[in-house]
């Protein structure tokens, strides 16, 4: 075949075209041929457009058993799978510009997407990028044990966090020394789903017995938590008398942070207080954190709940958007802004089982 006439013309035409089309539209372009590709991801493009709004997406994280060297799912390894809720449409942001094997997605903050991936050695780094500029930045070395057992937290001023039982890692772009800080947990069990809110970390802990489980609610301020003469008790449980069995009509409970100074805590609405019940629904609890009152946000439709009665499930999203991922399910259920929906077309073969995360992808962050 021929040269394609669009190949002909010069650079700066090109991106005079493609500068008037939407920033999602661009990136779907991208993907087209190596020419726009090229083309879309040229410095002198991206400063272009780089007064471009952000995108409202969420992001996918592939399965545990695909990060284990499932070579025949490389495809979800080379790229970000997003949903863009605006326009209801699955996108895909290539990592191929990361010199290292296996990227793993894992958290995202103001348009920096954090994973895991293997280096040379083959031990695990951590690394910060933005997939829309194709910059990144290499976080210092870590053992591959942190990947396995900790969970990345990173706040509003990206200081990152990696957090587990006994130990908790701390590490910011703006300190001296650019190394990992490592300071006591001291939590009573693994947390679960630890998030972020308002310069503070909570995370759900189960104090209960080998037979039945029985979850708290534990916080501690970031500054607590840099603080060697409060290290043996950074920690808080937090507990009012008002909140009466609020934990234990919960089955597997999940933290998701809400709109401002809130949590969203989500799980199966136990039908008893039998050791192996079924769930009613699914709800989901908001917790204000100036009044510390809980109230209900909403459950789970019944003709949508039936999908995830007998199923393992995960949950992920953030403000007033939660998705769900079912085993088997084949598509994603969204509770997004008060109303429900059904995300179909998810990557993969309907069997996975993803977590993920929110993400504002922005062209100006700068890892």
Not at 239 to 259: A, Q, S, T, V, Y
Request: hydrophobic share 40%.
């Amino acid at each position: 075949m021929g040269e394609s006439p669009i190949s002909r013309l010069p650079e700066d035409t090109l991106h005079q075209i493609f500068s008037s089309l939407p920033l999602r539209e661009i990136m779907i372009c991208r993907s087209v041929c190596k020419l726009f590709n090229q083309t879309l991801t040229s410095s002198s493009f991206m400063h272009l457009i780089s007064t471009r709004s952000h995108l409202n997406l969420l992001g996918l994280r592939p399965p545990h058993h695909h990060h284990n060297h499932h070579s025949r799912h490389v495809s979800l390894h080379s790229c970000i799978h997003v949903y863009d809720l605006d326009q209801n449409k699955w996108l895909r942001f290539s990592l191929d510009f990361l010199p290292f094997r296996s990227p793993h997605p894992v958290a995202s903050s103001l348009g920096l997407v954090y994973l895991w991936a293997d280096s040379p050695d083959s031990s695990k780094s951590l690394i910060v990028c933005n997939p829309l500029t194709r910059q990144y930045r290499v976080l210092p070395q870590l053992g591959s044990a942190w990947s396995r057992h900790g969970s990345v937290l990173v706040d509003s001023r990206n200081r990152v966090m990696v957090l587990t039982e006994l130990a908790a890692l701390y590490f910011s772009f703006s300190q001296k020394t650019q190394q990992w800080l490592k300071f006591s947990s001291n939590l009573p069990s693994k947390p679960r789903s630890p998030i972020v809110i308002s310069n503070s970390i909570f995370a759900l802990c189960d104090v209960g017995s080998p037979w039945r489980s029985k979850w708290k609610l534990f916080s501690c301020a970031v500054k607590n938590l840099l603080n060697l003469n409060v290290m043996n008790n950074n920690w808080e449980c937090l507990e009012r008398h008002e909140w009466g069995d609020i934990f234990d009509i919960m089955k597997r409970p999940r933290l998701i942070p809400g709109n401002g100074n809130k949590i969203l805590m989500i799980g199966g609405l136990k039908s008893s207080y039998s050791f192996n019940q079924s769930c009613l629904t699914i709800l989901i609890l908001r917790l204000d954190l100036e009044t510390m009152e809980w109230e209900e946000a909403t459950r789970m439709p019944e003709a949508m709940h039936r999908w995830f009665q007998d199923s393992k499930f995960k949950v992920f999203g953030g403000g007033n958007k939660v998705c769900f991922s079912g085993k088997k399910v084949g598509r994603l259920a969204l509770w997004d802004c008060c109303k429900w929906r059904w995300i179909d077309g998810v990557p993969g073969n309907g069997d996975e089982l993803f977590r993920g995360f929110t993400y504002e992808a922005r062209l100006t962050a700068v890892p």
